[in-house]
Structure formats: structure tokens, C-alpha cells
T-cell receptor, first 113, second 110 residues
């Protein structure tokens, strides 16, 4: 099946630990994105990458880091510097064509205590 | 960052009723997208619009790209219980990431 995979669905960590969220896509999409969603809130952009080995900060990049070493993978690390890391994290990707269609993964719910 | 004005924030309707929601922006967009999100899941793309004035349907859903390119509308006809969820609009221009509305939470009363 083609699509975007995020694992795990639920993740629990202790405060002060870094944690890496996985995002993989087999859609051959050029661009990938990470969003954060808090309860009852909209989507806020953390980081995005339009091509391998390049990425840009979104609106709320502080306390997060990413890498884009492979086209199909865009892992997000939530560092201990992120003050309120508990949230629902969504990965998305889109092709580079004229038709702008962005697709989302199923999300990872991170709980930090 | 920039956000779209999406309204209403929430709505409760009877099963079988039609639903309308909209998004407005102070900026011009080249693309409008509409998504639906179920609890605990990622948003699912419903409709994509690429041309001012364009009207596109997907089953009981119809969306329009406003003629000014600053707004878009989504209509759902004859709502059913599985239409419950949060609907997001998103606009895009140039080579910049999508800008999202804050969502419309739809509840359907059987």
C-alpha cells in the first residue's frame, strides 16, 4: 500500500529525555512536513523539507530538530528544550507537481510526564 | 504565522440537514484544500481547488474557490452521522507551505 507511516501511534517519555518520531512515505513525494496539534486546536507547522538534505523552520521550531537524509524519511526529534512537548504530531507529504495535494499520516500522540 | 478565518467554529445539526462552512483570508491563494479529521487520526484530503470560481464535488460534498481568491466554501448535503468530525480549510500560494484554518467541528444529531 502507498502512504505515509508514522510510528508508534502512542509514545510515552519522561521529562528531560529526547524522543524521535518516525515518518516514512512511499509516495515518492519531494516535500515533507511536521505539524503539532494540541487539543481542540488547529495545525501548527514545526519544520518542513522540500528536498533531500534541506529543511526549513516552520512557525514553532524551537525545541525540535529534523533531518532529511533520504527522500522517504523525515524523522522529528523532540528535545528536552521543548517546554510543552505533550501533543499530537502529524507528518505530511506532497508531490512537487503543479497540483498541490498534501497528504497526512495517522499521527503520533506523545505524552511526556 | 498567518492563519485563515474559518467559520463557524462548531455546529450541531440534525441528520439529513445541509451544512455550510467557509474560510476567508486577507491574502490571495492559488490553491484551496479541504480536509476532514476524525478523532485521533490524521486529516484526510476531501477536495482540492486550483482555479478562481471553480466548483468541485466529491459525493455529497461540494467546495468552491472564491472568485476573489481570498475565500472558499464547503457544503455538505444531507448530512449523516459519519460526517461528524473537524473540517479544516487550507490555502497555498507560491512555494510556501499550506496555511490552515482552525477548523469547524461538526456534530450530527441522529
Amino acid at each position: 500500500d502507498g502512504g505515509i507511516t508514522q510510528s508508534p501511534k502512542y509514545l510515552f517519555r519522561k521529562e528531560g529525555q529526547n524522543v524521535t518520531l518516525s515518518c516514512e512515505q512511499n509516495l515518492n513525494h519531494d516535500a515533507m512536513y511536521w505539524y503539532r496539534q494540541d487539543p481542540g486546536q488547529g495545525l501548527r507547522l514545526i519544520y518542513y523539507s522540500q528536498i533531500v538534505n534541506d529543511f526549513q523552520k516552520g512557525d514553532i521550531a524551537e525545541g525540535y530538530s529534523v533531518s532529511r537524509e533520504k527522500k522517504e524519511s523525515f524523522p522529528l526529534t523532540v528535545t528536552s528544550a521543548q517546554k510543552n512537548p505533550t501533543a499530537f504530531y502529524l507528518c505530511a507529504s506532497r508531490s512537487g507537481g503543479v497540483a498541490y495535494e498534501q497528504y497526512f499520516g495517522p499521527g503520533t500522540r506523545l505524552t511526556v510526564t | 504565522g498567518q492563519q485563515l478565518n474559518q467559520s463557524p467554529q462548531s455546529m450541531f445539526i440534525q441528520e439529513g440537514e445541509d451544512v455550510s462552512m467557509n474560510c476567508t483570508s486577507s491574502s490571495i491563494f492559488n490553491t484551496w484544500l479541504w480536509y476532514k479529521q476524525d478523532p485521533g487520526e490524521g486529516p484526510v484530503l476531501l477536495i482540492a481547488l486550483y482555479k478562481a470560481g471553480e466548483l468541485t464535488s466529491n459525493g455529497r460534498l461540494t467546495a468552491q474557490f472564491g472568485i476573489t481568491r481570498k475565500d472558499s466554501f464547503l457544503n455538505i448535503s444531507a448530512s449523516i452521522p459519519s460526517d461528524v468530525g473537524i473540517y479544516f480549510c487550507a490555502g497555498q500560494s507560491g512555494n510556501t507551505p499550506l496555511v490552515f484554518g482552525k477548523g469547524t467541528r461538526l456534530s450530527v444529531i441522529a
